[in-house]
Structure formats: C-alpha cells, structure tokens
C-alpha cells in the first residue's frame, strides 16, 4: 500500500509505503512527482517505510530511479522502522545527485527539518 500526501504548491511530498509495494503503487508514486514537479523544483521527499514486505527497499529504490523526474529531487529523507535494513550508502549510490538521510520513525520531526533546510 501507498500513500500520497502534500501534493499542493508548497507543501513537502510525503510518500508512505506498508505492506508490500505493487505496481500500482509505483504508478502513483510516479504520477504524483510528476505532478509536483510541475508546480516547482527542485523538490524535497519524505519517504516513510513501515512494515515492509515484498519487495526489498533497495529494490524499490531500484525502481524509483527510472523515473524521468528523478533529477527534479534535491534532497530525500528516509523515516523506516526495524523491518528496513539501514542502507544509507546504498541509497545514495542507488539515486545519484540526490542528498539521502536516514531516520527512524521516532525521529519524523528531526527528518521534516532537515527536508524544510
């Protein structure tokens, strides 16, 4: 399952993945950076993984970077619980050109200031 939230003007992209992501997700998440990108650039994104299953985060960080609007991101912040492995080297080398933080769910607060810098 994925969820969308601040897609109006201004407002920081949210995308929260549970469960195992489909396509379908994919699809949304697609659509909505693309829909953003179209209001400003560049953009900041806050990712939250919970209860992952399904498909690996690197796999799903595999493909994200397809996307054609990948070079419209500057900085991506990760909020995950203990079912995603800390990858954070990965992740950077995974999405080149994009700055990736790395937090814990309890750490939300800590992840959107660093996005709103």
């Known amino acids: 399952m994925l969820e969308v939230k601040g897609q ?4 920081m992209l949210e995308i929260t993945t549970q469960g195992t992501a489909t396509q379908e997700d994919l699809q949304k ?6 829909m953003k990108t179209l209001q400003e650039e560049p953009i900041n ?4 993984f919970k209860n992952i299953e399904g498909i690996t985060p690197k796999g799903l960080m595999e493909d994200v ?6 070079k419209s991101i500057k ?6 619980d203990d079912t995603f492995t800390k990858m954070d080297a990965t992740i950077a080398n995974i999405i ?8 814990s769910l309890n750490e939300m607060e800590t992840a ?3 996005l709103a810098e």
Request: net charge positive.
């Open 8 to 11: 109006e003007q201004g407002a």
């Open 29 to 34: 998440f697609k659509e909505a950076l693309r």
């Open 45 to 48: 994104i806050l990712f939250v």
């Open 65 to 70: 970077k397809t996307f054609p609007y990948m």
């Open 75 to 80: 900085k991506g912040a990760i909020v995950a």
């Open 96 to 103: 080149p050109g994009v700055e990736v933080a790395q937090y």
């Open 112 to 114: 959107r200031k660093w």
